[in-house]
């Protein structure tokens, strides 16, 4: 049984050994050896090896799936950020800064390839299976993606909707990270399904979180400034909820609070607080997060193998995931 | 056996039943539809399909690899469209002019994600192989889109680096339409090689003449304006050809005059047009055109089939790409 250590830097090893940063032309292959080697946390492919020893001692065989699914990752940050017009990411200056639009984007193109070449890289009788579930999750993270820019200009997006986009945009590719693992070590279909489902309730569960520490963690902690989603006027969680639960009154104040562009960052974010505070948002959010947490867990238990002690892996992961500094 | 004219067609049924346009989030399908609904000529796919009819008569087994090679192709375009800022393809406003450069950017990805899909949809014991090829071209397409960005600020490009850029650029993607659709009619692997280099070949020429035609075809025949490629500056055939020829005081006559930005587009027209002229380009090029197309036709002959004239498809397509208003 491999540790998450273990699984982490079985994984660190197969992406240094690519040495895409040597292929020509090299300012192509650059920007992406760059991003790969940025760091990450490399936790959806160390999920998939961790879901593939739940059932199966060969965890060798779900290395390459799991290494596609970190480039088909990173791929999506470089996309992102592009999109985003974001300058900074892990604390670099990101792809399209350091070289060029055109180079993010084609050095993008080139990642995505890339990812299916190493998801072919598996037992040729699962090929079929897993390229539908790497394409299938592929599709609904550009899906989610799509949804999440398409709400920067709406302000009635439901918590619906929102639960829609972020299991697209973020959750699908947690659970399929665990689902493509599985069916590495061949497990059964029920327990492929369990994983998935407890996949997609972490990776909800995780994003919400990281919509409410955006908001109320200890910035020293939490290693950035907060109050960030409130100043661009971003359609999390805690804003849905507040606007859902608002009476017309208060939901034109906190309307014409966001877009106000008069008003110093700080005492912005301190009005919206005082309006989430007013609406009871900090306290039904940290509900929801515990309630999907409980969920999360439950998945895990349905997943059916003779001894539950190889599930203490992904338990660590999950609380490590969600425990983090609340 | 099938005619270049019902294997367009078949390939056009089957890009008008994938109804992408229909599916949500509609904003990123749409963009995908009008890409692929815009026309083009389906050469590609159209390649795939009688490459497979060569050795087969089921040629609907290579209707999904043949679907996945034109959209593809169609992602490529997009892409570039963005790189390269280009307002119109094929008379219509680009994808990022008519939407946005997210809206492209994005769709594009979720393009290539399709491309994949389809290509999955192909017999199962044939899927490592075709993964193989298809994943080798996509990189090659990059790389050779790479390059080609690279030789806008270089002025020294060899014909010999240019013929690499093409290759990847262009070439292999033709060659590889043709592979795919041998593997998929189960030809043996001599075959398979003597149609990629058919390919390559083919591709070479096109290009080839596709940079002659620029500067020297009737503009009323070839349906727009000459001169383009002068006036931008690209490192054609013609150009590296009249640089590489030149002694170092015509070079640098042509290289200012290139980068002249106070003369009139016709004047510098025809003024670059008088140096090829003096350089003998026209003549050189056209010879070089000329041994390609031999060439070309060699790497057909070597394909060994009972009957030759099943080969009657593939030549009148080479001819019809090759002959155009020439």
Not at 84 to 91: E, G, P, T, V, W
Not at 168 to 179: D, F, G, N, Q, Y
Not at 308 to 317: Q, T, V
Request: contains cysteine; charged residues 25%; hydrophobic residues 40%.
């Amino acid at each position: 049984m491999h540790t998450l250590e273990e699984c982490c830097s079985l994984i660190e090893k197969h992406i240094n050994r690519l040495n895409i940063g040597l292929k020509a032309p090299r300012n192509l292959y650059e920007p992406i050896e760059y991003v790969l080697k940025q760091g990450g946390k490399r936790l959806r492919p160390a999920m998939t090896l961790m879901a593939c020893n739940l059932f199966s001692e060969e965890v060798q065989q779900a290395v390459m799936p799991a290494v596609a699914i970190e480039v088909f990752h990173n791929f999506t940050l470089l996309h992102d950020d592009v999109m985003d017009k974001a300058d900074i990411r892990r604390n670099q200056p990101t792809v399209h800064k350091k070289w060029s639009e055109n180079a993010a984007i084609l050095s993008g193109d080139a990642m995505q390839v890339l990812a299916y070449q190493y998801i072919t890289q598996s037992r040729q009788d699962l090929l079929p299976s897993l390229l539908q579930v790497f394409s299938d999750t592929a599709l609904q993270v550009c899906e989610g993606q799509q949804y999440d820019m398409n709400f920067e200009t709406r302000s009635d997006v439901s918590i619906e909707e929102y639960r829609h986009m972020i299991t697209l945009k973020t959750a699908v590719l947690l659970a399929s990270s665990l689902k493509i693992g599985a069916i590495c070590g061949d497990a059964d279909k029920q327990n492929v399904e369990a994983l998935y489902h407890f996949g997609i309730s972490l990776g909800l569960t995780f994003q919400i979180l990281d919509d409410w520490l955006d908001v109320y963690s200890d910035p020293k902690v939490f290693g950035k400034a907060t109050g960030g989603d409130i100043l661009t006027g971003k359609k999390t969680f805690l804003l849905i909820t507040a606007l859902e639960r608002a009476d017309a009154a208060t939901r034109s104040q906190l309307t014409a609070l966001l877009n106000n562009r008069e008003i110093a960052d700080d005492v912005k974010i301190t009005q919206v607080k005082a309006l989430y505070d007013r609406l009871d948002v900090n306290r039904t959010v940290q509900q929801t997060i515990d309630e999907y947490y409980i969920e999360t867990m439950q998945y895990l238990q349905k997943v059916q193998i003779a001894d539950d002690s190889r599930k203490e892996g992904l338990k660590n992961l999950a609380g490590m995931l969600l425990k983090r500094e609340k």
